[in-house]
């Protein structure tokens, strides 16, 4: 069935640092993938999305491609800041369907 | 209203009492999700709703669960006589549609209830 492994936290980072989370994908067909964030005491966001291979998502500084070739959505950000300290999942959709499959998330924590 | 709206935010019941969790969506959103979210995992599907008709419960674990969206727009998610291993978030989603919708249609999450089951 189609599933999502993210790397496992957390990641600790100083401000300014560079940031990569890792996900990779197993799907059927030609899904849609995504990155929300949940922030301390708020809900579910989504963070960005990309729709077919290749394409890029980007939003707050953060940015993933879509990755046929490797079945990857990788996150990045140049240089995090203390307000980017969250939980990120990564997740897919697959055209036709309805549901979406988490990752189990990823915790990032950035020290001033 | 401007986003997806949870009721309550947080409860605690003691076991085997029945709890109800509510959820208004995104006004004019056609499609309505329920996840579960145990504590340290990603959410996980539990049911979906196309208007008022139930078009998937394959995700809710056993016939304790149920829930309905009588009018297409408010859903409650219902779960009785309640065990400690159903203590979790539980999330409400919605989107403008799903089923065979176009591709990337993006669901938007509610702040989630928090059910902690004692």
């Known amino acids: 069935g189609d599933s999502v492994t993210q790397m496992e936290g957390p990641v600790t980072l100083s401000e300014e640092a560079f940031l990569t989370i890792n996900c990779t994908y197993t799907a059927t067909g030609y899904p849609s993938l995504f990155w929300y964030v949940q922030y301390p005491g708020e809900g579910l966001q989504l963070l960005l999305k990309a729709t077919k291979a290749d394409d890029k998502g980007s939003n707050k500084g953060f940015e993933a491609t879509y990755r046929k070739e490797t079945t990857s959505f990788h996150l990045e950000k140049g240089s995090v800041q203390v307000s980017d300290s969250a939980v990120y999942f990564c997740a897919l959709s697959t055209p036709g369907t309805y549901k979406y499959i988490f990752g189990t998330g990823t915790r990032l924590k950035v020290l001033a | 209203g401007a986003g997806v709206s949870q009721s309550p935010r947080y409860k605690v019941t003691k076991r085997g009492q029945d709890v109800a969790l509510r959820c208004d969506p995104i006004?004019?959103?056609?499609?309505l999700y329920w996840y579960r979210q145990a504590l340290g995992q990603g959410p996980e599907f539990l049911t979906y709703?196309?208007?008022?008709?139930?078009?998937?419960k394959s995700g809710l674990p056993n016939d304790r669960f149920s829930a309905e969206r009588p009018e297409g727009s408010i859903s409650t998610l219902t779960i009785q006589r309640t065990e400690q291993r159903d203590s979790a978030m539980y999330r409400c989603a919605s989107s403008l549609a799903g089923g065979i919708g176009p591709s990337g249609n993006t669901i938007y999450f509610g702040e989630g209830s928090w059910l902690t089951v004692v």
């Open positions: 006004s004019g959103h056609v499609s």
């Open positions: 709703f196309n208007y008022e008709a139930q078009q998937d």
